[in-house]
């Protein structure tokens, strides 16, 4: 074969491992009722694709073949580890005796798909909230501990450990690989949402790397946005939909051709997703109906007003604030109080905004939060406090991983010289 010939399957399996991997994987778990040996099946399917396929081409389903492969993999490993333990055998044949109907199931897609099964699985109450959130991120999302740790501001080994002992609750607690019952659910949907959110969030805005976002990450967490709405049409469903589907059709304007950071007031709002907009503020005037409205649907009203306005200057910062007055309320964080702010300074004036980003770093709150230095040199650069906003932008350097951000930052800085 040629060399030509083998690069262009590895390119092909690769670009299939981007796109199917965590789906593949979900479904792994589910046949095979173990993380751990989910994902040495899927490390091998895939080792096997970069092979079969340069030889006898790609397969009508890749996304089956894959599954099918990487289960029988997983049943020959289980056969092997036999000969030291028996009871590696059982579940060997337990797992190829299901091995017609799972081929079935794997090809023709099940009623209830494996991702949004996994998430319940992973936001299982008897796991910790910290736990449920890594153990999602990296089983359902593919980010790295690296990457997690990132997002938590904390360690890489701290995060590896919540993940080994989340996996070890749910083998040894028996947790069921499921979507709960009906009745169940709206106990369960609240880690569910803010795991979804997370995600989101580290799809728009990459923890590090030299993107600013991942299309592939936002777009996960918004597709098992639209599948919960389907399987619990209720009203924080809308509202965190609507969230993610506004903040995302923002995506194309947040940075240059070159890839640089566009802040927000700068933006060319004609490359605004229009679809995206219209869909979220439907689902925001639905939410609000309900008159149950909950944090979620709090953001994407804030969010709406933001799409409403034709240009930053028409923007309406009193509705906004009001907005967050009452977000505050049902969900206090430092991070709400932090937004806030932002809208108080847009609407009063930056040193109003600066006297409330200091209020919370006084407290001990986000001081190794990027954004709450970020957001406090823009608003000393912008009172001409220039030492101050130099000091301020070189912690957010500090504290930035993100490629692009440290470049946005950096040029900060230069502009305020010496």
């Not at 991942?214 to 509202?239: H, Q, T, Y």
């Not at 406090?376 to 650069?381: H, I, N, P």
Request: with cysteine.
């Amino acid at each position: 074969m040629s060399d030509g010939r083998t690069t262009a399957v590895r390119a092909r399996v690769e670009e299939v491992y981007r796109s199917e991997s965590r789906r593949v994987l979900a479904t792994l778990i589910r046949l095979l009722g173990d993380f751990d040996l989910a994902e040495e099946a899927l490390h091998d399917a895939f080792t096997a694709a970069a092979e079969s396929w340069a030889r006898d081409g790609e397969p009508a389903n890749p996304r089956a073949w894959l599954v099918s492969t990487g289960r029988f993999k997983a049943i020959d490993a289980l056969r092997r580890r036999a000969r030291f333990d028996a009871s590696q055998g059982e579940v060997a044949e337990r797992i190829a005796s299901d091995a017609a109907d799972d081929a079935e199931r794997a090809a023709l897609g099940d009623l209830e798909d494996d991702r949004l099964r996994l998430v319940f699985t992973c936001c299982h109450p008897a796991l910790p909230p910290d736990a449920q959130l890594a153990l999602t991120l990296r089983e359902v999302c593919g980010l790295t501990t690296e990457e997690i740790a990132r997002a938590f501001l904390t360690r890489a080994s701290t995060v590896a450990q919540r993940i080994v002992r989340a996996k070890a609750k749910i083998r040894d607690a028996r947790i069921p690989y499921q979507v709960p019952a009906r009745g169940e659910l709206p106990e369960r949907l609240d880690a569910v949402l803010h795991v979804i959110y997370l995600v989101f969030n580290e799809g728009y805005s990459a923890s590090s790397g030299d993107s600013l976002t991942r299309a592939d990450v936002s777009g996960e967490a918004i597709r098992l946005g639209r599948l919960l709405v389907e399987l619990l049409p209720e009203p924080e469903v809308f509202g965190l939909l609507a969230l993610m589907l506004l903040h995302d059709s923002r995506r194309a304007a947040r940075t240059t051709a070159a890839g640089e950071v566009v802040l927000l007031d700068e933006q060319d709002r004609t490359l605004w997703n229009g679809e995206q907009i219209a869909e979220g503020l439907a689902l925001v005037e639905r939410a609000i109906a309900s008159r149950r409205v909950g944090p979620y649907t709090l953001q994407a009203a804030i969010a709406a007003v933001h799409a409403a306005a034709p240009s930053p200057a028409a923007t309406r910062w009193g509705e906004i604030v009001a907005l967050y007055d009452v977000l505050v309320r049902v969900e206090p964080s430092p991070v709400v109080e932090l937004n806030r702010a932002v809208a108080v300074a847009m609407r009063d004036g930056p040193e109003a905004g600066l006297a409330l980003v200091d209020a919370i770093l006084s407290r001990g709150e986000l001081t190794d939060y990027r954004f709450a230095h970020a957001t406090r040199a823009d608003l000393c650069r912008r009172l001409g406090r220039a030492a101050e906003a130099r000091s301020a932008y070189a912690r957010a350097l500090e504290l930035t991983g993100q490629e692009r951000e440290r470049r946005f930052l950096e040029r900060r800085l230069a502009e305020l010289g010496d």
